[in-house]
């Protein structure tokens, strides 16, 4: 049944559309029986550039939709267009009104005494053709006032159309340079200089295997309030049969311990524990190559200049999540600041000791991680860059500083002394390149 079930909504496709192996755990939930199935590669939901692949279809009365928010709808289309709306609601609004002073002469007789007979007074002066109304709609509309045309007492009409078209022209006025502003104005460009790693990693921090991914700010203007969030997207089948193409899981990011509220001045690391409740938990290195999911990133904050609220977003493949990886270092201290290298912001580096067991089988194995006094690539970097700058200063203080960064080779002895001691079961502990 549920092999039929797949195959009605397109998950089993042929061989020719590019397929791969997955593997999607039993309906019981526990993972016991494994179906593989050939599953067509996923598109992305969201692009790396933060634009959702999401077009939409079959929409109902679309048109009346988009024109009832008249407003939104300027705000959201492009610059072209905008420019081209811009023009076509002055132009028409003048031909509009100047027709209506056209017919306004042409009714009163205006046109038939162009050379202006003195015993005759016509609704506007100096209208004696269509011509002649549009220069006079203008004028009338952009508050001009050349003083060669003006409207008489002759014509209550003509006066009353004035009144009209200067009450028109100044909404127009603020609806077009409102809507010109807030497109100007709005924080959607701020998300431009909110940068996100090519990569996430999954590596151990603080004993514990942890989804990390970068995130960073190009300008110096703070982002006020920035808090991040994160989603796993995946095709589920429910307990009943019922296919979810795009099943939303909320990622924790520390939202309880308030660590997902970030202060934004540097590039920073943010963290996804993997434990019980995080959808990883079961997962391994093996089970992420061919993992069918997308992680989706978001970042919110308040624009310091203006206080408009800006999102920027991303999403990361399990095939763009490295196993075993770390970030390299971004920030050095110098002599009186901290200075912020991009350069490394996207890089990585592996680490050997990472488990490739999910963590799940690290929690009921029980597996033992050791625990190296020796530096980290990371601490290296910020050795060496501040030896290089007593190098400068003090050779000898130099070499002896670049003496200290070799590893503890006691540690490894200790470790060792350590597991002797306490009489580990070599069953279950095992070591990093076996799990």
Same mark, same amino acid.
């Given at each position: 049944? +549920?092999?039929?079930?797949? +195959? ?6 042929? !061989? ?43 929409? =109902? ?32 609004? @003048? /031909? ?8 306004? $002469? ?8 162009? $050379?202006? %007979? ?13 011509? $002649? ?8 509309? +952009? &508050? ?46 701020? $998300? ?20 990390? @991914? ?10 006020? #309030? ?32 308030? /660590? =997902? ?22 997962? +391994?290195?093996?089970?992420? !190559? ?13 624009? #310091?200049?203006?206080?408009?609220? &800006? ?11 490295? @196993? ?9 201290? !110098? ?25 799940? %089988? ?18 290296? /970097? ?7 700058? #007593?190098?400068?200063? %003090? ?12 590893? =503890? ?14 009489? /580990? ?6 070591? !990093?390149?076996?799990?």
């Amino acid at each position: 049944m +549920s092999v039929g079930r797949i +195959s009605r909504y397109s998950i089993v496709s042929s !061989e020719e559309e590019g397929l791969r192996l997955t593997t999607m755990h039993g309906m019981n939930g526990f993972g016991n029986g494994k179906i593989h199935t050939r599953r067509k590669c996923r598109n992305r939901f969201v692009k790396k550039n933060g634009q959702c692949n999401v077009q939409f279809a079959n929409m =109902d009365d679309k048109s009346q939709r988009y024109m009832a928010d008249i407003f939104t709808t300027c705000v959201d289309i492009r610059w072209r267009w905008m420019l081209v709306v811009f023009t076509l609601v002055f132009v028409v609004s @003048w /031909l509009a009104f100047g027709l209506a002073f056209w017919v306004i $002469a042409l009714l009163h007789g205006d046109l038939d005494n162009p $050379a202006g %007979d003195d015993n005759f007074t016509p609704c506007v002066l100096q209208v004696n053709g269509f011509v $002649a109304a549009f220069l006079f709609s203008i004028e009338t509309q +952009s &508050t001009i006032g050349y003083g060669y045309r003006c409207v008489t007492e002759e014509c209550p009409v003509a006066v009353f159309m004035v009144v009209f078209q200067s009450i028109v022209g100044c909404i127009i006025d603020c609806f077009m340079i409102g809507a010109i502003m807030a497109k100007m104005a709005r924080p959607k460009k701020r $998300a431009q200089t909110l940068l996100f790693s090519h990569n996430a990693v999954i590596a151990m921090r603080d004993g514990k295997l942890c989804l990390m @991914w970068r995130v960073g700010n190009l300008r110096k203007s703070h982002i006020v #309030e920035a808090h991040v969030r994160a989603q796993l997207i995946k095709p589920r089948i429910t307990d009943e049969g019922e296919y979810i193409p795009l099943d939303q899981i909320d990622i924790n990011v520390g939202f309880d311990k308030g /660590l =997902d509220r970030i202060f934004l001045v540097s590039p920073i690391t943010i963290l996804h524990e993997i434990d019980e409740e995080s959808p990883l938990f079961g997962i +391994s290195k093996q089970d992420l !190559e061919s993992a069918d999911f997308e992680i989706v990133v978001i970042l919110e904050g308040m624009v #310091e200049a203006t206080a408009m609220t &800006t999102q920027a977003r991303s999403s990361y493949l399990a095939s763009e999540i490295l @196993w075993g990886h770390r970030f390299e270092s971004v920030l050095f201290e !110098e002599k009186n600041l901290y200075k912020v290298d991009y350069s490394h912001f996207h890089k990585t580096y592996e680490v050997p000791s990472t488990p490739r067991c999910s963590a799940k %089988d690290m929690v009921e194995n029980k597996f033992l991680v050791p625990n190296s006094n020796s530096f980290c690539y990371e601490n290296e /970097l910020a050795f060496l860059n501040r030896d290089d700058e #007593e190098e400068e200063e %003090d050779v000898g203080g130099g070499s002896r500083a670049l003496a200290n960064l070799s590893p =503890d080779r006691n540690s490894r002895h200790e470790f060792e002394r350590l597991q002797a001691t306490r009489g /580990l079961d070599q069953r279950s502990y095992r070591r !990093e390149s076996e799990i």
